[in-house]
């Protein structure tokens, strides 16, 4: 059975980069037949789909956060992790870990069928 | 992008009864690229539906999805104490990807 555990940092100044890496138990991130993918949500809020990494490199990303996020993936750690700049209090959320399914036809993320249990991350001085 | 709007924004219902929640999208959703996730209070989503009317593994049949286009609905047809949660629709026919704002079904 997959499990997904997010970890980082739970407080972090503004302006700074959130650091946050999710670590797979019972599965393979080199598997052609999924996506990774961060997606977050704000207190008493909805669900913002972040970005999404496929084992060979290929990402996609939400434009809405406007370039500040980076997905990277360590194969050898079962390991895919986000950093987010510039960090301010709207980025206050529940940040969670999935996998998605890889659309063969299009190579492209489609829906999250595990997650990981969310972290909340809290932006404060 | 595709914008979705789910109604109505709290549903009150009785356990027993039928639960009808709409999905609409801002633009064609071709190819059924839509699904549903339930999440309950401190816990993370859970996918219920995919391809707009496939229920994933493990979800009980009271639970299904139906629509196509710009239009999709999600019943659960009687209502157990556990479905008293928040949903959630998703598309994944373009990017970025999307959620709807949600339908809270609470216990009238």
């Known amino acids: 059975q997959l499990q997904l555990q997010e970890s980082g940092p739970g407080l972090v100044k503004p302006s700074e980069t959130l650091s946050l890496t999710c670590t797979l138990s019972?599965?393979?991130?080199?598997?052609?037949?999924?996506?990774w993918g961060w997606v977050r949500q704000p207190p008493g809020k909805g669900l913002e789909w972040i970005g999404s990494?496929?084992?060979?490199?290929?990402?996609f990303y939400n434009p809405s956060l406007k370039s500040r996020a980076t997905i990277s993936a360590d194969t050898s750690k079962k390991q895919f992790s986000l950093r987010l700049r510039s960090m301010t209090a709207a980025d206050t959320a529940v940040y969670y870990c999935?996998?998605?399914?890889?659309?063969?036809?299009?190579?492209?993320?489609?829906?999250?069928?595990?997650w990981g249990q969310g972290t909340l991350v809290t932006v404060s001085s | 992008d595709i914008v979705l709007t789910q109604s109505p924004g709290t549903l009150s219902l009785s356990p027993g009864e039928r639960a009808t929640l709409s999905c609409r999208a801002s633009?064609?959703?071709?190819?059924?690229?839509l699904a549903w996730y339930q999440q309950k209070p401190g816990q993370a989503p859970r996918l219920l539906i995919y391809?707009?009317?496939s229920r994933a593994t493990g979800i009980p049949d009271r639970f299904s999805g139906s629509g196509s286009g710009t239009d999709f609905t999600l019943t659960v047809s009687r209502l157990e104490p556990e479905d008293f949660a928040v949903y959630y629709c998703?598309?994944?026919?373009?990017?970025?990807?999307?959620f709807g704002p949600g339908t809270k079904v609470d216990i009238k």
């Open positions: 999935a996998r998605l399914i890889n659309d063969f036809w299009s190579s492209y993320p489609t829906y999250f069928d595990y």
């Open positions: 019972g599965g393979s991130i080199s598997s052609s037949s999924y996506y």
């Open positions: 990494i496929y084992y060979g490199g290929s990402t």
């Open positions: 633009q064609s959703v071709s190819t059924r690229h």
């Open positions: 391809g707009a009317s």
């Open positions: 998703q598309q994944y026919d373009s990017s970025p990807l999307s």
